[in-house]
């Protein structure tokens, strides 16, 4: 019986034997996440203390008239209403604070507050706006196509600071002892939430000054991709940020095979880099081999952690044992 040889084989072998070589169809590549897994510091361990996650709770919103935001507060075992407390916010927080997703902040900041390589803090995990009628985003859904995100997160203006510094903070600041010191306030967040996290402290370098940002969106969505440019022609700001991104995030070619390096995230997010670099910025980066995924980033996010909050005061007496031991709650009064 005859056997028919596809038409795309037979233009490879065609080519092939044209250069002189002849070569094997390609193999299937693998899926390059899939050689990025969570470290132990992103699961619950064996006599940690545990904080605990509250909310939601729902914010109105008058830089973006119509929407509210939903929030959570992590609050950790260590912390202590007569003592001010750090603060990292996340952008996206349904995907931050998923305990079965790919970031699991609270266990992180669990394990990392219990040996004290990070300052007691809050973690507030926020989603981005929406009209009551519409969806809370879910892990599946992140809310570019139901909710405002889009317009929110990738937009340069500083509509999305106001609703951080001037409407969540108050709020905040009504239930908490938050720190007052803009060193002691963090915003991070993925994809469009780290450009947004990265506009928060650009716009009120005065409030936050720790960025973290994973996969971030530094391109043309709404104009992100100017940042690099803007970084150069723009005065140094007090900021510190940690980029992530890797090799195979969308390299901006389109369905028709057109590239457009505007919309190459692992460029742009290099363009950032760059243009950071070249003004002093206190700055890390780290650049794996994964997709448009938190699989890298959620596999580093405690030397993330770690690395930008370093600076935490520290004692070095010989004798100060309370330094030297695990960072464990106080004892409370009933």
Known sequence: ??????????LMLSIAFANGVAQDPPAQAPNPDAFYS???????RDG???????????LPSEAYPGTQHTYWVYVPAQYDAAV???LMIFNDGQAFKNMEGDLRVPNVVDNLIWRRELPVML???????RRPDQPEPTPQEWGDRTTNRPTEYNTLDDKYARV?????MPALNKGYNIAKEPERHGIGGASSGAIAAFTVAWERPNHFRKVLSLIGSFTNLRGGHAYADIVRKSEKK??????????????GTSRGGNYDETRDWFLQNNRLMQALSEKGYDL???WGIGRHSQKHGGAILPDMLRWLWRDQPVSTDVNDQAERSFNKPKDRKP
């Open 84 to 86: 001010p407390a750090s």
């Open 123 to 129: 973690a507030v995990f926020i989603n981005p706006g």
């Open 164 to 168: 951080i510094v001037d409407e969540l």
């Open 1 to 10: 019986m005859q056997r028919t040889v596809p038409a795309t084989i037979v």
């Open 48 to 58: 940690v203390a545990q904080g605990e996650v509250r909310g939601p709770f729902t």
């Open 38 to 44: 969570l470290g132990p510091d992103s699961f619950p």
């Open 284 to 286: 890390n980066f780290s």
């Open 238 to 251: 007090p900021i510190r940020i940690y980029l992530q991104d890797g090799r195979n995030d969308n390299r």
